[in-house]
């Protein structure tokens, strides 16, 4: 349902459609609206797909109701049946989907609409996420093509930007993969995207340049950690089980989980070792359940 639909420039042929699916948070998602504002790039469109019970957005959403179009539509729970309901509602020739407590630093939208204008022939472009600390995690530093052999280094949700033409052939996310899915597979829901992308055979580059900011989503190994582990571990190992991934990659999915299990435990780090044991248990357990529901 859409709440409003109004915004600057609303005339004008748009070269951008952020789609933010957002529940429970305000702070996170203020810094997300303030460095989008700072973007400087007018001709685009935020399409706010809200999960909330209240209308927590509203005051947040009104001031830059002038900067750029602003959408605020309304779903039921789960990241991909946002996203979709985002999609049905988006405009624009080129699309993103930033997470809620993600940020742009300056320029980069600036950057990722050069990089379409001057390579008429790439049909998608993804980067890197970067911290609080500035540590860039596991992503390739390489700039090059996506693949099924790569993918996993080279391409993350609020990272992720499509021409129209892969979204219209590609269709919607899966809605039984991601955050609120209801489902055991909760994450993935980008992977299997721009899996289904590369099979489709569009072409996608990665550009470490191109990188957001997004908390690191483990900053303790607490329960609610190994909870996340658990969850994200099923998604990954169940989209890792759809596709015909190269036997290295799939290798390292569950060798990486279990070398770091061991180097934190060598360490006396139990609680990390933990975590990274989790992580194993879980993707073996959504790989064997198979990649079809």
Known sequence: MALTETGANESLELRLSLVLATVGRTDEAARFLASL????????????????????LVPLLAPYRDRFIVRHLRSAPGLSRARNVGLRAATGDLLGFP????????????????????HPDVDGLTGRAFGDDGATGRYDAQEGEVRLSNLWERGISFTIFLRRRVVARVGAFDE???VGAGTPWGSGEETDYLARAVEAGFRIRFDPAIAVGHPNPTASYDAAALDRARRYGMGWGHVLRRYAFPRRVVARSFARPLGGAAIAAATGRFAKAKYHLEVLRSRWRGFRAGGVD
């Open 37 to 56: 504002d700072r973007q400087g790039v007018d001709d685009i469109e935020l399409v706010v797909v809200d999960q909330n019970e209240d209308d927590r």
């Open 99 to 118: 997470d809620d407590d993600c940020w742009y630093p300056d320029g980069l939208l600036e950057r990722v609409i050069g990089f379409f204008d001057t």
């Open 176 to 178: 039984r993969l991601g």
